[in-house]
């Protein structure tokens, strides 16, 4: 089954604590994407990457960081510079060619303690 | 700057009757416009798009939506709404070049009354 997973569904922070949500994907996409949604908002930009070593920064880059070391990966750190990280956070890939046709994966929420 | 506005953040219709979720675009340029679905604490779907090729686009499970020029719309219609179709859905614009920087309007929840 080709698609996009990530873990956990569930995330708890304590203060001061940097988390990492897993995204992979199996569908050979160079193309990956992090949003943020919270609640009456659309999804926002966090960072991006369209080849292993290299990603850019979206729209609210500020207290997060990424890494692309494999096609397959993308995990997100949520670190404790960034001050309201209790959101829904989803991943995204798509073809290099097709970027407008992005395929999600089920989201993970984090909650701060 | 590109951006869309979604005109409700909830729309309440019975079933079978028709659903009518509305979207406003702001571009430079001849945008291409998407719909994509949100059910209940899961991914988002791609419901439909637009790329300059016919202004009417049909899409999955029935729906479709119109791309206005003179009126700078793009909503979302279906002739007859179904339980399953309640659910959160977004008007996304992609910013130009080839980054898929999608821009999200804020969404509309659809609730579905039987």
């Known amino acids: 089954d080709g698609g996009i997973t990530q873990s956990p569904k569930y995330l708890f922070r304590k203060e001061g604590q940097n988390v990492t949500l897993s995204c992979e994907q199996n569908?050979?996409?160079?193309?990956m994407y992090w949003y943020r949604q919270d609640p009456g908002q659309g999804l926002r930009l966090i960072y991006y990457?369209?080849?292993?070593?290299?990603?850019q920064k979206g729209d609210i880059a500020e207290g997060y960081s990424v890494s692309r070391e494999k096609k397959e990966s993308f995990p997100l750190t949520v670190t404790s510079a960034q001050k309201n990280p209790t959101a829904f956070y989803l991943c995204?890939?798509?073809?290099?060619?097709?970027?407008?046709?992005?395929?999600f994966g089920p989201g993970t929420r984090l909650l701060v303690l | 700057a590109q951006s869309v506005t979604q005109l409700d953040s909830h729309v309440s219709v019975s079933e079978g009757t028709p659903v009518l979720l509305r979207c406003n675009y702001s571009?430079?340029?001849?945008?291409?416009l998407f719909w994509y679905v949100q059910h209940p604490n899961k991914g988002l779907q791609l419901l439909l798009k637009?790329?300059?090729?016919?202004?009417l686009v049909k899409g999955i499970n029935g729906f479709e939506a119109e791309f206005k020029k003179s009126e700078t719309s793009f909503h979302l219609t279906k002739p007859s709404a179904h339980m399953s179709d309640a659910a959160e859905y977004f008007c996304?614009?992609?910013?130009?070049?080839?980054?898929?920087?999608?821009?999200f309007g804020q969404g509309t929840t659809l609730q579905v009354k039987p």
């Open positions: 571009s430079s340029y001849s945008p291409s």
């Open positions: 990457s369209q080849i292993v070593n290299d990603f």
């Open positions: 996304v614009v992609i910013l130009s070049g080839n980054t898929g920087k999608l821009i």
């Open positions: 569908l050979n996409h160079d193309a």
């Open positions: 995204a890939s798509a073809t290099l060619t097709g970027v407008e046709t992005q395929y």
């Open positions: 637009y790329t300059s090729a016919a202004t």
